[in-house]
């Protein structure tokens, strides 16, 4: 398997534009996470599904942010309109219930100038 | 809000030297895990420790447990320049499904 994969692993873009991040779970893997991470707050939960359902997105900023998972192995996390400070490095982890270890994408690093 | 914090939060030693970071959390949990990120990549996980585990070892690497104190430390033995790194511990809270909640990290720098 080719761990989990994120895309695009840069993104720059302009505020007020939409952005997507993209995620590819690990193949048989029912639990997918979204984290941010920055210097000041660390790595957030934004958000966690399982089996393809939005679990807890308790971790959400705004509702700027969403998130969803058509099927079991693709996810999106998207950002419309993006600001200033949501620059951060983007990941997302999966997991299968019996294994609590996580496997982490390589993750998105976002500037929103 | 994190639920881990290790201590401390940046280390250097010199290679050979073992390397000791330690983790308190706040809530009860069913398990904690250890997390590597070296710089511009995601984490990999390490190691885990069940609630009722105290001790574990994983090649170089020994992770204690005290439930009581709600602590946790992570031992890196005989220490190489490609153990230079952030270690984070990672809480499984009781009432939290499979959510794991990430302390700040200790950076660590092994100097060969």
């Known amino acids: 398997d080719a761990g989990v994969i994120q895309s695009p692993r840069h993104e720059v873009t302009e505020m007020g534009q939409e952005v997507t991040l993209r995620c590819k779970p690990i193949?048989?893997?029912?639990?997918l996470f979204w984290y941010r991470q920055t210097m000041m707050r660390g790595l957030e939960l934004l958000i966690y599904?399982?089996?393809?359902?939005?679990?807890?997105d308790s971790g959400m900023p705004e509702d700027r942010f969403s998130a969803k998972m058509p099927n079991a192995s693709f996810s999106t996390l998207k950002i419309q309109p993006s600001e200033p400070r949501d620059s951060a490095v983007y990941f997302c982890?999966?997991?299968?219930?019996?294994?609590?270890?996580?496997?982490f994408g390589s993750g998105t690093r976002l500037t929103v100038v | 809000s994190q639920q881990g914090e290790e201590d401390p939060q940046a280390l250097s030693i010199q290679e050979g030297e073992n390397a000791t970071m330690n983790c308190s959390y706040k809530?009860?949990?069913?398990?904690l895990q250890w997390y590597r990120q070296n710089s511009g990549r995601g984490l990999v996980h390490l190691i885990l420790?069940?609630?009722?585990?105290r001790e574990k070892h994983s090649g170089r690497l020994r992770v204690t447990l005290d439930t009581s104190k709600k602590s946790s430390s992570l031992l890196i033995t005989a220490s190489r320049a490609a153990d230079t790194a952030s270690y984070f511990c990672?809480?499984?809270?009781?009432?939290?499904?499979?959510?794991?909640?990430f302390g700040g990290g200790t950076r660590l720098m092994v100097k060969p």
């Open positions: 599904f399982n089996n393809n359902v939005p679990i807890d």
């Open positions: 809530t009860s949990i069913n398990n």
């Open positions: 982890a999966s997991t299968i219930t019996e294994n609590y270890g996580y496997t």
């Open positions: 193949s048989g893997h029912d639990y």
């Open positions: 420790i069940r609630s009722n585990e």
């Open positions: 990672a809480t499984d809270a009781n009432n939290a499904g499979n959510m794991l909640t």
